[in-house]
Nanobody, 123 residues
Framework: ERQLVDSGGGLVQPGGSLRLSCTASGFSFRNYDMSWVRQAPGKGPERVSSVRNDGDTFYSDSVKGRFHISKNSAGDTLYLQMDNLKPEDTAMYYC?????????????????WGQGTQVTVSS
């Protein structure tokens, strides 16, 4: 079965850092554009960051300058380095295949998604 496995979430104080990771099971995303999407309770999914195979990146305005997306050199692990975390960053974070895995504000069903990793920013 092809799936993505994301990890690295946790509880952190405001101003702290976390690094999320995403790996693939049953396939390789070496040649895929990849993204991170988050969803806070009671809100719709939000595209946070994306990376193309050529290295081009996207960041939402809410995380620009604080988050950094990358793949490892083998292209089999996706990361999201999150610094200077704020309470409003609290959400379930999902890795997904594709440059923009949302369609009309909802998760696309025709791509791969991780199971999610919870990030909670609170003092």
């Amino acid at each position: 079965e092809r799936q993505l496995v994301d990890s690295g979430g946790g509880l952190v104080q405001p101003g702290g850092s976390l690094r999320l990771s995403c790996t693939a099971s049953g396939f390789s995303f070496r040649n895929y554009d990849m993204s991170w999407v988050r969803q806070a309770p009671g809100k719709g999914p939000e595209r946070v960051s994306s990376v193309r195979n050529d290295g081009d990146t996207f960041y939402s305005d809410s995380v620009k300058g604080r988050f950094h997306i990358s793949k490892n050199s083998a292209g089999d692990t996706l990361y999201l380095q999150m610094d200077n975390l704020k309470p409003e960053d609290t959400a379930m974070y999902y890795c997904a295949a594709g440059w923009d895995p949302l369609l009309r504000g909802e998760r696309r069903q025709d791509t791969y998604w991780g199971q999610g990793t919870q990030v909670t920013v609170s003092s």
